[in-house]
């Protein structure tokens, strides 16, 4: 099977063009296949720029020009083909079922999670996953909860959206999803949001994937575009 390389990264808006077109142009040199975003704050009117900017297929979950929505650009790198899409009307996910090079499919959940406990949301994405016949499960984004309070975080006095960790864990168990980086990091503490004064970080943004789709896929640790 064909091997394809997903590259995950919270954009903390993308609604200015300008700033659109660096990110753009970045996320270009990675050449990875898929790259899967949140936090643009793109609405449905930018849609049309976005696709122009871009210049391949993208499928888009609008939200605020001030908060939310996510953003699935494809590239032209590998042949993939759009089986179905279900988007999140408040710019929350994306869930696609994509046909990779004719050779077998992966349901793709591009998320960026809510800042509050409800696990309704991840039990909803559950749902919406059941229905699709794909070979693998690939689950990424900014979910906005860790998933182990003594490694995941540093300077938290307390742990929060606990009833959100508790549904993102039935949902692993469901599909049987892995955190392919913390199999092979199981005791190493790394951040993917910090805040300053007081310093706190969390290991907020990561991947849960089918145990056994980790042959075929790459994926780059997550990035957070606060450069631009």
Not at 96 to 107: C, D, G, K, Q, V
Request: with cysteine.
């Amino acid at each position: 099977m064909t091997r394809f390389k997903i590259t995950l990264v919270n954009c903390r808006g993308l609604h200015d063009s300008e700033k659109r077109k660096d990110v753009f142009n970045y996320l270009r040199e990675s050449n990875s296949s898929i790259f899967c975003l949140q936090d643009t704050h793109c609405t449905n009117s930018d849609e049309k720029s976005v696709h122009a900017q871009w210049g391949h297929d993208i499928l888009m979950s609008a939200g605020r020009s001030d908060a939310r929505g996510t953003l699935t650009l494809l590239n032209n790198n590998t042949e993939i083909k759009i089986l179905t899409v279900e988007c999140d009307k408040n710019g929350n996910y994306i869930i696609s079922n994509l046909l990779i090079e004719n050779s077998y499919t992966i349901t793709l959940v591009n998320l960026y999670g809510p800042n509050r406990d409800d696990p309704n949301f991840y039990n909803e994405i559950g749902n919406l996953i059941e229905d699709i016949e794909t070979d693998f499960v690939i689950t990424c984004g900014d979910w906005n909860v860790v998933q182990d309070f003594q490694l995941d975080c540093h300077n938290y006095v307390r742990e929060n959206n606990i009833k959100n960790r508790e549904e993102i864990g039935k949902l692993r168990n469901r599909y049987n999803l892995i955190d392919p980086w913390r199999i092979n990091n199981p005791e190493t503490k790394t951040y993917t949001r910090s805040r300053k004064n007081p310093l706190k970080q969390a290991r907020l943004d990561f991947f849960l994937i089918s145990e056994e789709s980790v042959s075929y896929t790459h994926l780059t640790l997550p990035t957070r575009c606060s450069v631009y």
